[in-house]
């Protein structure tokens, strides 16, 4: 207790450049929260739009589909779904599952014709999974449209098709014969990726089956209630399967997000290098000149029988507390500015390969707050450390001359 009172009554002597330093601690903690939470949000939101607008949480494909980038999908049908669907039904934590079959083939509306990939789906189920894809015009398939067809923002303007209009899906089916049917356009969409808006259909599975001429699927998705619960959902399910099956997670099948990933977490790396670099170099020169300035009391502490081990330890204390108070004062203010900054919005551009623009927040997250406050206590003991040690090693001599 009396050398907290003897660290107290050190900095508050010092009131100007402790006002300093803890503006320029507290500062650059605020900095590392902003900017943390910021990277975040993005993250956290384009993980959930890459879940919910075409992947889900998992995907059960039979052996040797996944390799083949999905170009030959009748070739890999799931006869027995039904023995899928139990495997996923004793995993506790699924929200929802749904079938899928895809299908490759060419869209005529009578001006022209383009290839196109295409899914059937379950469509209500369909719509929890894909919950982040959008309607520019039209509406989505519902269980009473048989044959109707939504189409992808590219697709349909490619084509120039609009809602209500016809068009013919051109087929091959398993047996290498050519199958087609007519489908009316209820909805065009937007995806996450703008490449796969470019080709995508979508229309009942009903549908599919009938103009793939086939009963199966190739696709069982899962979304689960809580992403964080997808490696032991993965794991559970993968026990329960038919060996002829296998089990993907969507970030095995999100190559666009494991790389923005990347990105981001790079440049922030950078930033926050740049903030610890300013924020180092602020306490330095603060703390030089006030352990400076009081080179003649530390030398009357020396002459009265302490060391200089004692008078570097005092130093780095007194330092460390500043420290830690400017640390807990940036803790606050980043905070303070965070809910500030969410309740506003940030405006954001649509990231690459899309279309969609999104609103921005600072998440305010635990392990950045740990991190930034221990990160602004580490630079203030860095940066006292070579004052400290010059102030503490001065001949006695020369630091009494100091007060002359």
Known sequence: MSMLKLLGRNILRQKGRTALTLAAIGIGVASLI???????????????????????????????????????????LIDDAESAERAIAASPGIAVRTRRLGFLGLINNGKGELPIIGEGVETEKEARIG??????????????????????????????????????LLVSTRDGAI???????????????KEYDARAVRVA????????????????????????????????ISNRLPSELEVKAWPELADFYQGTVAFYERQFAVLQAIILVMVLLGVANSVNMTLNERTLEFGIIRALGYTGRHVFRLAVLETTLVGAIGSALGVTLGVVLALVISAIGIPMPPP??????????????????????????AASIVAALAPARHVSRL???DALRRGV
């Open 205 to 236: 599975l009903k549908a599919s089956q009938e103009l793939t001429l086939t009963s199966g699927i190739n696709a069982i998705v899962v979304l689960l209630e809580n992403t964080d619960d997808t490696s032991r959902a993965r794991a559970q």
């Open 352 to 377: 690459p390969n899309s279309e969609a623009g999104f609103t921005g927040a600072i998440r305010i997250v635990l392990a950045i707050l740990l991190k930034s406050f221990g990160l602004g206590v």
């Open 179 to 193: 199958n087609t049917l007519e489908f009316k356009v209820l909805g065009i969409f937007r995806s996450l990726s």
């Open 131 to 168: 919950s982040s894809i959008s309607m520019l015009s039209g509406r989505p398939l519902t269980v009473r449209d048989d044959f109707g067809i939504i189409i992808g923002e590219g697709l349909a303007s490619a084509m120039k098709i609009k809602v209500g209009d016809p068009v013919n």
């Open 395 to 397: 001949p006695l001599v």
């Open 34 to 76: 902003l900017s943390g939470g910021f990277v975040e949000d993005i993250l956290l939101q384009l993980r959930d739009a890459t879940i919910r607008s075409q992947l889900g949480h998992l995907q059960i494909y039979k052996k040797g589909y996944f390799g083949t980038g999905g170009q030959r999908p009748l070739d890999f």
